[in-house]
């Protein structure tokens, strides 16, 4: 039996997208999915820059999970891949502007524009916790 990059790379990286499916955050996979999601875009909504690193693993990951158990919450959730949905991701960016790419990376937007953005140097240097922490504080902010 012979098996595809593309099929072990699926393999790989599913349970990585299941980390974030489970928590009811929906996957923009094209950027078709990305421009129906944020056109005219009411409410608030968080999107996760989700990726492979360890410090997606061991912090980004953990943090949006632990943001997400308590208080108010985004309107909509949204992930995108880095390195695995590159159209859908790439599209994604668009809206972080003035952040350079960064993954992964944790937005916040409201009514359709960026009010809050956590950048992959910002997640390296904190534990979940903290992250979660500082995402439940935005949460606290703009999504009442």
Same mark, same amino acid.
């Given at each position: ?7 072990y790379m699926?393999?790989?990286? !599913? ?52 943001? &997400? !158990? ?6 909509? &959730? ?5 390195? !695995? ?44 916790? !903290?992250?979660g922490a ?11």
């Amino acid at each position: 039996m012979s098996i595809t990059f593309e099929m072990y790379m699926n393999d790989y990286i !599913q349970p990585m997208r299941d980390e974030l499916t489970r928590l009811g955050i929906r996957e923009l996979r094209t950027p078709e999915d990305v421009e129906q999601a944020f056109n005219d875009m009411k409410g608030t909504a968080l999107v996760v820059v989700n990726s492979v690193c360890g410090c997606a693993a061991g912090n980004a990951r953990p943090g949006v999970a632990k943001a &997400l !158990q308590a208080g108010p919450k985004p309107d909509h &959730l949204y992930t995108v891949f880095a390195g !695995q949905d590159k159209e859908a991701t790439a599209k994604a960016r668009e809206y972080f502007a003035p952040y350079p790419p960064s993954s992964p990376s944790i937005a916040l937007m409201k009514d359709g524009e960026l009010v809050f953005f956590i950048e992959r140097h910002e997640i390296e240097d904190r534990n979940a916790e !903290q992250i979660g922490a500082k995402l439940a504080g935005a949460f606290e902010h703009y999504c009442k």
